[in-house]
């Protein structure tokens, strides 16, 4: 009795003999799927027929495997997004963790607070001034003897003084509050560059052991190719030198990691021996703004330029503050005098209340003058300042916008020569697997991709550090 079953082994077989052979006697496909094939497929060579099957399945489906597809794609970048945030999260805690702990920062923060409180100061009236006199000889008047005077006198500065002090006080609070916006740039910048640092260094770590296994295995292969005598002994310690080479750049990764360890923790302020979360794979996130608006958001929004800006605000309004020092004070006051009955009059013993005004005479012009002066050079020193980092910062954005570029190409490049790398790499180690040659080029072809695979991860952290300058600059 013959049987419709055959495996799968056979089909392979058949599959390999060529299109020529024909499917096997009794043998129908249309029992084994689930949808129904042309009953001419048993009269075609096999290969076709199971050809002509799957396509048929597909055109059936095709609108399930759409969605399958589209599916997939969607949990795969569900996925990717999660784990960002994740990695982004960490660093996000950190760069909070410096601000919170970081004591220059602190340090600018409370300088700015306290330069905020010499507003009050400068906005306030002067102190009034009461006095109290008591006659020991008494002045004999119509009215009868005075014995005591009470005076009370307030000072007014010329109208606007105080608003214009007011202001000039307010933009020296507000460029000290761009100084600490400037150093929590600075701050973020520094842990950035430490975080993408210690990132490369670790994964230099990792692929450097990577490769140190590799190269064992290739040690391993090359002895057993020795003692079959098709090979040569310097094969084994062509190995050798490279895994000493590999063994010492492990040790001195070691090292750079304890010393960028300290200094990111330092940045945080937190203790030496502290976790530090580090990605698997780092973000390839590129700058969100053209170069021509990022240039507008540096001239508009650095921190050290609208510095400057208020230090001119600054200084104009200490300009006119001098001004209005050369011009009087007004003094307004009252004094009662106490008189004591006489007993002459009426008016015996009637005490006497009276006001009184008075200003004061700027008749010494030196000093007005000289503060006129001093304000209107610091205003032209400061535009000369912010004229000097304009410059100083646009040509730091031209640098760091250059090596943004040549970081993204990096990545590309490096990400590509490692595929070809390893694709090498195969083919030269199933040549010597063979016949035993090529094993120098092996050694030299996995050194390459070890640097490869080395100078993508250093791409990837040059230019997420290059954006992080770049934002640095903009004021973010």
Partial sequence: MKTNHITQMEILAMLNKGA???????????????????????????????????????????????????????????????????????????????????????????????????????????????????????????????????????????FGTLDN???????????????????????????????????????????????????????????????????????ELRVEMQLADLENKLLYLRDQWLVNTVKFNRLLNVKNNAVINLPDSLWDDDFSLEFSAAMDSLKANNHQLRSFNHKMESYLNQETVAKKKGTPNILLGADYIGIGDNGLGDNSGKDALFVKVGITIPLYRKKYNGAIQEAALMQQVTENQKEDKTNALEMLFEKTWSDYLDAKRRVDLFAKQSSLAQKAIRILQSEYQSNGSNFEEVL?????????????????????????????????
């Fill in 165 to 235: 002090q007011e202001s000039m006080t307010t933009h020296r609070a507000k460029s000290n509050y761009e100084a600490f916006e400037e150093a929590k740039s600075q701050l973020f910048l520094d842990v950035k560059s430490a975080y993408y640092q210690l990132y490369f260094i670790e994964k230099s770590q990792r692929i450097t052991k990577e490769n140190i296994q590799i190269l064992e295995t290739f040690k391993s292969l090359a002895l057993i190719k020795i003692e079959a005598g098709k090979a040569s002994a310097v094969d």
């Fill in 20 to 158: 020529s052979n024909q499917t096997p006697s009794g043998f129908n496909l249309t029992i084994h799927g689930i949808y129904p094939v042309d009953s001419k497929l048993s009269e075609k060579p096999l290969a076709h027929n199971i050809k002509q099957m799957i396509e048929s399945i597909f055109q059936r489906n095709t609108q399930i495997f759409r969605i399958i597809a589209v599916l997939f794609l969607v949990l795969i970048t569900i996925a990717t997004t999660a784990q960002d945030q994740l990695e982004n999260k960490y660093l996000s805690g950190y760069l909070k963790q410096a601000a919170e702990n970081n004591p220059g920062l602190k340090y600018q923060f409370n300088n700015y607070m306290a330069a905020l409180q010499r507003v009050d100061q400068v906005a306030s009236l002067p102190d009034p001034q009461i006095a109290f006199g008591y006659f020991i000889l008494p002045v004999e008047t119509r009215n009868g003897p005075q014995t005591f005077k009470l005076s009370y006198s307030q000072m007014f500065p010329w």
């Fill in 444 to 476: 030299r072809m996995e050194k390459d991709l070890l640097k490869y695979e080395l100078e993508t991860q250093k791409a990837l952290a040059d230019k997420q550090a290059a954006i992080a300058f770049l934002e640095y600059l903009i004021g973010r």
